[in-house]
């Protein structure tokens, strides 16, 4: 499976200096399993830069997009999706509730919002699936789990064949619960990508917001014995210096074991097997 | 008076690397001066990186106040405010001053942003106390010693331009307007072209704007096409960079800043645009820049 990071940062896009080699555009991940088929998990700010690739040349005229969750970071960049406006193109959204998702591109592209002025003036046609357990798209297979996120978020296990991901964002790690439910999803996995917002101290100012810490993300990578982890879902405030003391300090604490872990980069390309 | 850019972007903020000269923050400007209240236009994501520059005075001591000046409510103009820090400190004050939506009012507007699908922190956590004005156009008031008027843009909704002057210092914010000879798209203006004619129109539009940038000392202009790309998108409710100068230079402003970058324009497309704006202004009296994030313009308030 080949995964490309097009926006690993959270809550807001922080464009700048400070955060251009990790990037600065809000969640989008697009995954290529080994028969070539694509979706993409989440469509906030870094959807455009993968939308104006798809749009180039003769692609698919078919999208999957799954959604974790309809907070804004993660749908903002729908309206901005450039195969949304194309006739003949079909986007595809999967979901935990079609309705929900429905009234979040309603209120994305309503008029006090948007200059589109409604999504009755997309080009593309859109259709809504709702996601009640595990699904196929092509060879790629997918569980969901749900996460620990406020509201109804999931976490997706996807098996090509060759090889396992998780992606696990947006979550909180702490709670037994559902901290089990998703290593007991995750088992296994040649890659954990995993919400990491937050470093310890910080987290304890903003806990119950729904993200994890350093901490938190590396013991969910370490129970579910995962080969490697992907840290994600970076705090707007945090710089590039930040995400690299956060990647150093985790690499540090996980030494001695046989865990890798890296920090999700814009434009990075992942090849798991 | 002090004009700071903290975001020059339009549409939606967008970080690249070719992009860092300008900035990718969404539109956010803030306007000082001497013994007045902190005066707002807009609340892009540039709003966020301004609020953090406010948490070590009386934004977090409570005792802050400032105006929100809010020219229209499209996503690229108010997604900022959540991430707004001051906002979320008991005491603080905000007075924001918009014109009056059909579909809902400025206050339900941003209540939006916080339904609990969307965003994690619901809208009564922002503790700070926030007032809202409904201002209509060509009418001038005063905040403090500010004197503000503001005239419909040409963009779809109800999009507000401004005239800020203080003491002998002027700025005009029109940060999203199209060219009215190609469309006329504002709300109610379809049924003003009907009732006086679509020339008459036209020519009263223009002659508003110009009025009202008359003799300012900066223009701050949308700029988002470059000249060969608004062809087919004049609909899109953005000018283009010679469309400011055009205005400029018709109202004797003496200082133009190209605004609202379109995201996909590297800083070396911004660059070229700013170029061919100075060389079409060459010979003249007026000055062209293109605005960077993080950019603050000294506006002279006494001119003897």
């Given at each position: 499976?080949?995964?490309?990071?097009?926006?690993?940062?959270?809550?807001?896009?922080?464009?700048?200096?400070q955060?251009?080699?990790?990037?600065?555009?809000?969640?989008c991940?697009?995954?290529?399993?080994?028969?070539?088929?694509?979706?993409?998990?989440d469509a906030?700010?870094?959807?455009?830069?993968?939308?104006?690739?798809?749009?180039?040349?003769?692609?698919?005229?078919e999208?999957?997009?799954l959604?974790?969750?309809?907070?804004?970071?993660h749908?903002?960049?729908?309206?901005?999706?450039?195969?949304?406006?194309?006739?003949?193109?079909?986007?595809i959204?999967y979901?935990?509730?079609?309705?929900?998702a429905?009234?979040?591109?309603?209120r994305?592209?309503t008029?006090?919002?948007s200059p589109i002025?409604?999504?009755?003036?997309l080009?593309a046609?859109?259709?809504?699936?709702?996601?009640?357990?595990?699904?196929?798209?092509?060879d790629?297979?997918?569980?969901?789990?749900?996460?620990?996120?406020g509201?109804?978020t999931?976490?997706?296990?996807?098996?090509?064949?060759?090889s396992?991901?998780?992606?696990?964002?947006?979550?909180?790690?702490?709670?037994?619960?559902?901290?089990?439910?998703?290593?007991q999803a995750?088992?296994?996995?040649?890659?954990?990508?995993?919400?990491a917002q937050?470093?310890r101290?910080?987290?304890?100012?903003?806990?119950?917001?729904?993200?994890s810490?350093?901490?938190?993300?590396?013991?969910?990578?370490?129970?579910?014995q995962?080969r490697r982890?992907a840290?994600?879902?970076?705090?707007?405030?945090?710089?590039?210096?930040?995400?690299?003391r956060?990647?150093?300090?985790?690499?540090?604490?996980?030494a001695?074991?046989?865990?890798?872990?890296?920090?999700?980069?814009?434009?990075?390309?992942?090849q798991?097997? | 008076?002090?004009?700071?850019?903290w975001?020059?972007?339009g549409?939606?903020?967008?970080?690249?690397?070719?992009?860092?000269?300008y900035?990718?923050n969404?539109?956010?400007?803030?306007?000082?001066?001497?013994?007045?209240?902190?005066l707002?236009?807009?609340?892009?994501s540039?709003?966020?990186?301004f609020?953090?520059?406010?948490?070590?005075?009386?934004?977090?001591?409570?005792?802050?106040?400032?105006?929100i000046?809010?020219?229209?409510?499209?996503?690229?103009?108010?997604?900022?405010?959540?991430?707004?820090?001051?906002?979320?400190?008991s005491?603080?004050r905000?007075?924001?001053?918009?014109?009056?939506q059909?579909?809902?009012?400025?206050?339900?507007?941003?209540?939006?942003q916080?339904?609990?699908?969307?965003?994690p922190?619901?809208?009564?956590?922002?503790?700070a106390?926030?007032?809202?004005?409904?201002?209509?156009?060509r009418?001038?008031?005063?905040?403090?010693?500010?004197t503000?008027?503001?005239?419909?843009?040409?963009?779809?909704?109800?999009t507000?331009?401004?005239r800020?002057?203080?003491?002998?210092?002027?700025v005009v914010?029109?940060?999203?307007?199209?060219?009215?000879?190609?469309?006329?798209?504002?709300?109610?203006?379809a049924e003003a072209v009907?009732?006086?004619?679509?020339?008459?129109?036209?020519?009263?539009?223009?002659?508003?704007?110009?009025?009202?940038?008359r003799?300012?000392?900066?223009?701050?202009h949308?700029?988002h096409?470059l000249?060969?790309?608004?062809v087919?998108?004049?609909h899109?409710?953005?000018?283009?960079?010679?469309?400011?100068?055009?205005?400029?230079?018709?109202?004797?402003?003496?200082?133009?800043?190209?605004f609202?970058?379109?995201?996909?324009?590297?800083?070396?497309?911004?660059?070229?645009?700013?170029?061919?704006t100075?060389?079409?202004?060459?010979?003249?009296?007026?000055k062209v820049?293109?605005?960077?994030?993080?950019?603050?313009?000294?506006l002279?308030?006494?001119?003897?």
């Open positions: 499976m080949k995964i490309r990071f097009w926006g690993v940062r959270g809550s807001i896009s922080a464009p700048g200096p955060t251009m080699r990790y990037g600065g555009n809000t969640p991940v697009e995954f290529e399993g080994r028969g070539g088929e694509t979706f993409v998990i906030g700010y870094g959807a455009v830069g993968l939308g104006q690739r798809l749009t180039q040349g003769a692609g698919a005229t999208q999957h997009l959604l974790t969750h309809l907070h804004w970071d749908i903002q960049g729908l309206p901005f999706f450039a195969p949304i406006y194309i006739p003949g193109h079909r986007v959204i979901s935990v509730s079609a309705k929900t429905r009234s979040a591109m309603d994305l592209f008029s006090v919002y002025m409604g999504v009755e003036n080009g046609e859109v259709a809504y699936e709702e996601i009640a357990g595990p699904f196929q798209l092509g790629m297979h997918i569980e969901p789990v749900l996460l620990d996120h509201v109804p999931l976490g997706f296990r996807i098996e090509d064949g060759d396992v991901v998780f992606h696990a964002t947006d979550h909180e790690g702490g709670d037994r619960t559902c901290d089990e439910r998703l290593v995750a088992r296994g996995a040649d890659l954990l990508i995993h919400d937050f470093t101290p910080e987290y304890l100012r903003y806990r119950g917001w729904g993200h810490h350093t901490e938190a993300a590396l013991k969910n990578a370490l129970d579910a995962v982890l840290l994600f879902h970076y705090d707007p405030t945090h710089t590039d210096d930040d995400v690299d956060q990647l150093q300090d985790a690499r540090a604490q996980v001695d074991q046989e865990l890798e872990v890296l920090a999700a980069q814009e434009g990075l390309e992942l798991v097997a | 008076m002090l004009v700071t850019f975001g020059v972007r549409s939606y903020p967008i970080g690249r690397r070719d992009n860092v000269r900035g990718g969404s539109t956010c400007i803030q306007i000082q001066a001497p013994g007045e209240l902190p707002i236009m807009d609340g892009g540039g709003i966020r990186v609020g953090s520059t406010l948490l070590d005075g009386p934004f977090v001591a409570g005792e802050g106040q400032a105006n000046l809010v020219g229209h409510t499209h996503w690229d103009h108010i997604l900022g405010y959540p991430f707004f820090g001051p906002l979320y400190y005491g603080n905000f007075t924001f001053y918009s014109a009056g059909a579909e809902a009012d400025l206050p339900l507007i941003l209540e939006g916080h339904e609990e699908l969307h965003f922190v619901p809208f009564d956590e922002l503790r106390e926030m007032v809202f004005q409904r201002i209509r156009p009418e001038r008031f005063k905040l403090g010693g500010f503000i008027e503001a005239v419909q843009l040409n963009h779809p909704g109800i507000l331009g401004y800020i002057e203080h003491l002998e210092a002027a914010i029109f940060t999203d307007t199209a060219r009215i000879a190609s469309v006329q798209q504002g709300q109610g203006m009907k009732a006086e004619g679509l020339q008459q129109f036209q020519r009263r539009f223009s002659q508003e704007l110009v009025d009202l940038c003799g300012a000392d900066l223009l701050v949308d700029s096409f000249e060969e790309e608004i087919g998108k004049e899109w409710g953005h000018s283009t960079a010679l469309d400011a100068l055009a205005l400029a230079q018709a109202a004797s402003v003496r200082h133009l800043m190209l609202h970058h379109a995201p996909e324009h590297a800083d070396d497309v911004v660059d070229a645009k700013l170029a061919l100075r060389s079409a202004a060459a010979g003249g009296t007026l820049s293109a605005a960077r994030e993080g950019m603050a313009v000294e002279s308030e006494n001119k003897k």
